[in-house]
């Protein structure tokens, strides 16, 4: 009597099973880790868009370092008289007079781009004898992680109110 025999398939019942686990456990995985990447991607522009209004928070609530600061003696910028959201002329006109590498570090975003501003109310650019208080790159329409921040402020001695603006991308 002959024996039947069996040759192996590849495609029989066991093997299907396995491909179908395999195939369903790193789907899984992957959608796992897509969105574990989202949520830190979410968590890393909230840190940035708290540190940013942090920062607007010491431009505008402190005086810097030295107090009276100067361009060849600033050590931490701040824009306050002493009052809260009131800045000081001079410091304005003494850091947007500053070289471009200068006044970018002393602001802390090193390779990013940023715009920073006074404004009025209307949105124009406030001038002071004859500078006009803005500083980088306005052109951030078209970028990818837009961070922007404004506060209302007045210059001292005025009683107008105006708006620093600092968008960071």
Do not use: C
């Amino acid at each position: 009597m002959m024996e039947k025999r069996r040759r192996g398939q590849i495609f029989s019942a066991d093997f299907l099973v396995g491909v179908i686990v395999v195939l369903f456990v790193m789907t899984s995985l992957q959608v796992y880790h897509s969105r574990i990447m989202e949520d830190i991607r979410q968590e890393e522009k909230l840190v940035f868009q708290e540190s940013l209004a942090s920062r607007t928070d010491t431009l505008i609530l402190f005086r810097g370092e030295p107090k009276n600061w100067d361009n060849e003696t600033v050590k931490t910028l701040g824009f306050s008289t002493g009052v809260p959201n009131e800045l000081n002329e001079t410091k304005l006109i003494e850091y947007f007079q500053m070289e471009d590498e200068k006044s970018e570090s002393l602001l802390g975003f090193y390779e990013r781009d940023f715009y920073l501003s006074i404004e009025n109310k209307t949105g124009d650019v406030v001038e002071i004898d004859g500078i006009e208080l803005k500083r980088g790159n306005k052109n951030w329409q078209d970028a990818e992680n837009i961070y922007a921040v404004e506060r209302d402020i007045s210059l001292y001695g005025t009683s107008k109110g105006s708006i620093m603006r600092l968008v960071v991308w």
